[in-house]
């Protein structure tokens, strides 16, 4: 008998766009499925520049001065209710945001389950550019060993996550540095790491190749269906009806 698997809709912006637009955006999906409204969503997006700052702002002592200091440098600056601490976001990186209720008949996943295959996708995805034998996952057998996301030679980050889960229902997600330009990531501790712990696909392959945003996003999808056991259906629609949110 086949098993039915659930269906997510995939919204996929192909344009630079506000990091304040794809937060209001997500909360509308939020607030859709929440009401019992629509599909489960996958959001794909490409951020013009940002540093945003996770519900740990504390530990990473950003203050008034530090939020004018990166303005300054042409970035927008956003405080944000995901897990994580400071980071950047801006061309060249690739982000999604599963709106997800994981307790559906069709997905039924523990919070760590869900963040578990999260992180199997990215290490799936990256090791498909660079060779599965050199990257590493922040979670082994359970357990902490690294930062959660995907690690180049277990020494060097390239793939992040910083997740809500609020009323059953995921939000916020995941990064992959592609080709974005690194020099934005020196005028901060990017999630807590030396900046030489942060890297990109582009830095990270022998050849001379740029990895493009474009170049990773099939890639992830497919990761993200097979791991998750999940069909994606893009709505090629959504991208117009969506700039009547703002």
């Not at 303005?71 to 600056?77: Q, T």
């Not at 008949?105 to 919070?111: D, N, Q």
């Not at 180049?152 to 974005?180: E, L, P, W």
């Not at 493009?212 to 999808?221: C, D, E, G, N, R």
Request: with cysteine; glycine share 8%.
């Amino acid at each position: 008998m086949h098993h039915q698997r659930l269906l997510i809709e995939l919204i996929q912006y192909k344009k630079l766009i506000s990091y304040a637009y794809g937060q209001s955006l997500q909360s509308h999906y939020i607030q859709r499925l929440a009401m019992g409204n629509g599909n489960p969503v996958l959001l794909l997006f490409e951020f013009q520049p940002v540093y945003t700052c996770g519900l740990r702002r504390s530990s990473s002592i950003v203050t008034s001065a530090d939020i004018e200091r990166l303005r300054s440098l042409g970035a927008h600056f956003h405080e944000t209710d995901r897990g994580g601490l400071l980071t950047f976001h801006g061309p060249g990186q690739f982000v999604a945001y599963p709106i997800l209720p994981l307790q559906h008949p069709l997905l039924r996943l523990t919070l760590r389950t869900y963040i578990n295959r999260l992180e199997q996708t990215l290490v799936d995805t990256c090791g498909e550019i660079v060779g599965q034998t050199r990257v590493y996952s922040g979670i082994k057998n359970g357990q902490t060993v690294n930062y959660a996301g995907a690690w180049i030679d277990n020494q060097r980050k390239v793939a992040f996550m910083g997740i809500r889960y609020s009323r059953g229902i995921t939000s916020h997600g995941i990064s992959i540095n592609c080709s974005v330009n690194m020099n934005w990531f020196d005028h901060i501790i990017p999630c807590g790491f030396d900046r030489r712990q942060i890297t990109s696909l582009t830095d990270e392959v022998s050849s001379k190749q740029t990895i493009t945003v474009k170049q990773i996003t099939p890639i992830f999808l497919n990761h993200f269906q097979r791991t998750f056991n999940v069909d994606l259906n893009e709505n090629d629609k959504q991208e117009n009806l969506n700039m009547d949110l703002l």
